[in-house]
C-alpha cells in the first residue's frame, strides 16, 4: 500500500482521551480541531515549568539525494520504537509546507509503517498555523506600502525596503514583482517580490519564541527597509503593526497534538525550510514535550550541515536546549549516490560505489562528534534492494569512527522494526553526560561565524564576498553582535554546487547576500544561488493529487 493508504487504514485514537491516558492532560487544557488534532494551551504549558526535562534526541540524516532518506520516518519509528520500550517518548516535527507538497515531497508526515496521522490533514491545512503565519507576515508588508502612500512619516526611503510578500507555495515566477502599478490609487510603484512562507521572518520568530509577550516584543523587532537620510533601520513596531500581528497567531502559538499510527503523541509545530531558514520545529513544542516525556526525539531539517548546526547554533542556543545525542539517517542508496550511481541504478548492489559515498557519512559523523562534541548512533534505513554486503559495509565504515550503526526497519515494520535502534539509542542516551559545543563563540565576528561554519562544517577552504556584500557583513556584524548565523544554502552538497556529490573540500563558499532576522535574532548569510522562494519542478506532485467524489484525498505519499 502507498503512504496515504496505509494513514487512511489507521485505527486513531481521539487525541483528547490519548493526552489524559498518557501524559494526564485534561480535556480543559486541549482545544480540539476535531478528534486528531488539537492544541495544547499555553496555560497549561505555563504550569509545567517547575518539572525536571526528559532526554532530548536529535534526529538528522547525510546530505538529501532524490533518493530520499527517510529522516522524519525515522523520527515516528524510534518515537514509536522507545515507547514500545517502555519509554515514555513524544516525537517533535515541524508542519510540512504546501510548497513542497505539491512541488517534489508530495507530503512530510513520516512514511510506511512510520507515520503521524492524520495524514492528509498534517500535510495540507492542518490547524491553520501556515496560513496565519502568512497573514500575520502579509499584514506587515501591506501596511508598510500603506504608510508610504499616506504620507511616509517614517521617510522610509521605497528603494531601501527589505521586506518581501510571502506564501505558502512553490511559485518562481513571484520572485521578483513590482507593486503600486495602476496610479495614485494604487500607491508608490516600487520592486518587491515573494519568499516562501517556511522563509519567512515571522516562521522564525514563531518557532523561537517562548510566549505571546515575546512573541510580540519579536515581532515588532522586525526590519522592513531603511530611512532616506541617516539609512536608519524601521521596525514593524514603528508601523504600530506588531499588535495585530500577534492577533493574528494568538491560537497558532499554542503547539498541534497528533498521533502516530502506533498511537503515540507527536508534536508539529512550525516549519522552517533548513536550507533557507533554521530548520526547527517550535521551541515552545520541545520544551513542553521535555516537560511531559521521559525522552523527546526530534529532527532537524535535511543534511547534518545545516538541519543539525543550526539546530544547535541557533535553537539550542537561543533556548538553552541541551540535546543527549543524535542519530544520523542513511541509506545505502543515498550513499551509493554520493559515490557517483545514476538514480535509476541504486537498486542494484555497487560495494565501490557504496565505499567511495561514505565520505558523505563520515564528514557528517565527525562533524557531529567532534565539531558538536555529541555522541552518535547511525540508523540505516533500510530498503529492500540492499544487500547484506552493503549494510555491512556502511556498519564497518561507521564503527571504525566510533559510532554503532544500527540496521531499522520501521518503515516495513513499525516501532517494531526499530527496536535495535531505539535500545542503541537508549543506552547512549543514558550514558553520557557531556553537553554540545558550538560552532562558534558568540562573541566571533559576523565575518568569523560564517567562516567557522564553511570551514569547520562544509569542508570549505574559505569564504568569499564582493565588496558590497562584505560591508554588509561588517555592519551588520557590528549593529547586531551577539546574533548567530542562518546560512542559506543548497542541501544536496557540502558545497554551494548542488551537483558536487560526496564530501567535497577545500572549496570557497560565496556569500551572495545578507540580511537581518532582527525579531528572530540572527543573520541570514545567503550562500551561492540559493532561492528563498522555490519552484515547481516538470511534473510536480500536485498533478497526481486528487480528491475523489467521497471527498477522499488521494496521491499524497
Avoid at 489 to 502: E, I, L, V, Y
Wanted: glycine content about 10%; proline content about 4%.
Amino acid at each position: 500500500m502507498s503512504d496515504i493508504e496505509i494513514a487512511q487504514r489507521a485505527v486513531m485514537k481521539p487525541v483528547v482521551e490519548l493526552m489524559r491516558e498518557r501524559y494526564a492532560v485534561e480535556a480543559e487544557h486541549l482545544v480540539p480541531y476535531g478528534h486528531y488534532k488539537a492544541k495544547l494551551s499555553l496555560d497549561y504549558i505555563r504550569q509545567l515549568e517547575g518539572r525536571d526535562d526528559g532526554r532530548l534526541i536529535l534526529v538528522t540524516a547525510v546530505s538529501p539525494t532524490p533518493a530520499g532518506e527517510g529522516k522524519t520516518t525515522t523520527s515516528v519509528g524510534l518515537g514509536d520504537a522507545l515507547n514500545r520500550l517502555g519509554h515514555n517518548t513524544i516525537t517533535c516535527l515541524r508542519e510540512p509546507s504546501l510548497g513542497p507538497c505539491f512541488g517534489i515531497k508530495g507530503g512530510a508526515a513520516g512514511g510506511g509503517y512510520a507515520q503521524i496521522v492524520p495524514m492528509e490533514d498534517i500535510n495540507l491545512h492542518f490547524t491553520g498555523d501556515f496560513h496565519a503565519i502568512g497573514a500575520a507576515h502579509n499584514l506587515l508588508a501591506a501596511m508598510l506600502d500603506n504608510h508610504i502612500t499616506h504620507g511616509n512619516e517614517l521617510d522610509i526611503d521605497p528603494r531601501l525596503i527589505t521586506y518581501k510578500r510571502v506564501m505558502d507555495m512553490n511559485d518562481r515566477a513571484l520572485r521578483q514583482t513590482v507593486v503600486g502599478l495602476g496610479g495614485t490609487p494604487n500607491g508608490f510603484p516600487r520592486e518587491d517580490g515573494f519568499d516562501i512562507t517556511v522563509a519567512s521572518e515571522v516562521m522564525a520568530i514563531f518557532c523561537l519564541a517562548t510566549s505571546l509577550a515575546d512573541l510580540k516584543e519579536r515581532l515588532g523587532r522586525i526590519v522592513v527597509g531603511y530611512t532616506r537620510a541617516e539609512r536608519k533601520p524601521v521596525t514593524a513596531k514603528e508601523l504600530q503593526a506588531h499588535g495585530a500581528m500577534a492577533a493574528l497567531l494568538k491560537d497558532a502559538i499554542s503547539p498541534n497534538v497528533v498521533q502516530s499510527l502506533e498511537n503515540n503523541i507527536a508534536f508539529v509545530h512550525g516549519g522552517p525550510f533548513a536550507n533557507i531558514a533554521h530548520g526547527c520545529n517550535s521551541v515552545t513544542a520541545t520544551r513542553t514535550a521535555l516537560k511531559l516525556a521521559d525522552y523527546v526525539v526530534t529532527e532537524a531539517g535535511f543534511g547534518a550541515d545545516l538541519g543539525a548546526e543550526k539546530f544547535i547554533d541557533i535553537k539550542c542556543r537561543m533556548a538553552d536546549l541541551k540535546p543527549r545525542m543524535v542519530v544520523l539517517v542513511a541509506t545505502v542508496r543515498a550513499l551509493k549516490y554520493h559515490g557517483g550511481v545514476a538514480v535509476p541504478d541504486l537498486g542494484e548492489e555497487n560495494l565501490a560505489a557504496l565505499e567511495a559515498g561514505c565520505v558523505n557519512l563520515e564528514r557528517h559523523l565527525e562533524n557531529i562528534t567532534q565539531v558538536f562534541g555529541l555522541p552518535c548512533v547511525v540508523s540505516i534505513n533500510h530498503f529492500t534492494q540492499d544487500t547484506d554486503a552493503e549494510i555491512e559495509l556502511v556498519q564497518k565504515k561507521a564503527e571504525a569512527l566510533g559510532a554503532t550503526a544500527v540496521v531499522a526497519r520501521h518503515w516495513a515494520d513499525g516501532g517494531a522494526g526499530a527496536e535495535a535502534l531505539a535500545e542503541a539509542v537508549a543506552k547512549v542516551a543514558e550514558s553520557n553526560t557531556v553537553e554540545h559545543q558550538y560552532t562558534y563563540p558568540q562573541s566571533a565576528s559576523l565575518w568569523d561565524k560564517i567562516r567557522a561554519v564553511a570551514t569547520r562544517v562544509y569542508g570549505a577552504e574559505d569564504i568569499a564576498a564582493n565588496a558590497k556584500v562584505r560591508a554588509q557583513i561588517d555592519e551588520l556584524g557590528a549593529t547586531y553582535p551577539d546574533f548567530p548565523v542562518c546560512i542559506a544554502k543548497t542541501q544536496m552538497s557540502f558545497s554551494t554546487d548542488p551537483t558536487r556529490r560526496g564530501a567535497p573540500s577545500g572549496h570557497t563558499v560565496e556569500v551572495s547576500e545578507v540580511r537581518v532576522a532582527a525579531g528572530a535574532g540572527f543573520i541570514v548569510a545567503i550562500a551561492g544561488n540559493m532561492m528563498t522562494m522555490p519552484g515547481l519542478p516538470k511534473a510536480p506532485a500536485a498533478q497526481r493529487i486528487d480528491v475523489d467524489d467521497s471527498g477522499k484525498i488521494i496521491g499524497l505519499f
